[in-house]
């Protein structure tokens, strides 16, 4: 069968190195769970040394193109090929509650919404990694203080370690992205549960940086928090000055205010 042709408004970036794709393939530590989702395999370059790996592989491609290449090419994937969008897919239809990892050379035009649907599953998903655009993969990776810090940093390492891995040059993909790319991966937190509410967190969280640039005071009015509490001193402090802790603290504050979410 012939090759797929990278479809530009999928975002199909398809990597034609192979030790690469063995390195990430490599990051999965394969403890605490014994399926792993692949999303968007492509032509499935990720996907065969995945399939050497003593866990249940399935992968999750939307391309009908590569979802018949890979079934051409890869009798292992039989009956495990879902042809659907992961951010729109009810992965219980498959997993129904079961443990599994997530990885993948992710299409950078939907990476980050890949991650926000991953913490929707944090229950379920101990381990994920995988190829973003190097300043998402940065990004989430990324401490307090920096510009690049902000709601997708915090919301994900409030559940998972995030660690970044290595750096891809343009050169390895077809065709070429005009960026470099980074590869990440996170490990669930042994205890990810949280001390405050967490629908007001990712409320207090997402509502503080979209006008990051102001301090706590300003940019939280919209809560309708009371005098006393806007007197505290974290209020002075803008969004990217709090570690997630800090912002774990403040939601505490909030709620002890008689916020709800």
Do not use: W
Not at 3 to 31: P, R, W, Y
């Amino acid at each position: 069968m012939e090759k797929v042709k990278a479809k530009k408004h999928l975002g199909q970036h398809f990597l034609k190195d192979e030790s690469i794709a063995k390195a990430i393939a490599d990051t999965l530590s394969l403890k605490g769970y014994e399926e792993v989702l692949e999303i968007g395999p492509g032509m499935g370059v990720l996907t065969k040394y995945l399939l050497e790996k003593s866990v249940t592989t399935r992968v999750i491609e939307i391309d009908t193109e590569s979802v018949a290449y890979l079934d051409a090419n890869y009798p292992k994937l039989k009956d495990k090929i879902i042809s659907e969008d992961f951010l729109k897919y009810n992965i219980n239809q498959v997993y129904e509650n079961k443990q599994f990892a997530i990885i993948g050379n992710f299409p950078y035009n939907i990476s980050t919404q890949i991650v926000f649907r991953t913490l929707e599953f944090r229950d379920q998903i101990p381990e994920f990694s995988g190829m973003f655009q190097k300043e998402v993969a940065e990004r989430i990776c990324e401490k307090k203080g920096s510009k690049a810090y902000g709601i997708l940093s915090v919301l994900a390492q409030a559940f998972y370690d995030t660690e970044y891995l290595f750096t891809v040059n343009e050169n390895v993909f077809i065709p070429p992205p005009k960026v470099k790319s980074g590869v990440m991966k996170m490990t669930r937190k042994e205890d990810y549960s949280l001390p405050c509410g967490e629908k007001l967190f990712f409320t207090v969280v997402k509502t503080a940086f979209q006008q990051r640039r102001k301090t706590l005071r300003n940019s939280l009015k919209t809560l309708n928090l009371s005098d006393n509490l806007r007197e505290d001193t974290i209020f002075d402090k803008r969004p990217e000055q709090l570690s997630v802790d800090e912002f774990i603290e403040l939601t505490q504050k909030i709620e002890a205010d008689g916020v709800q979410s």
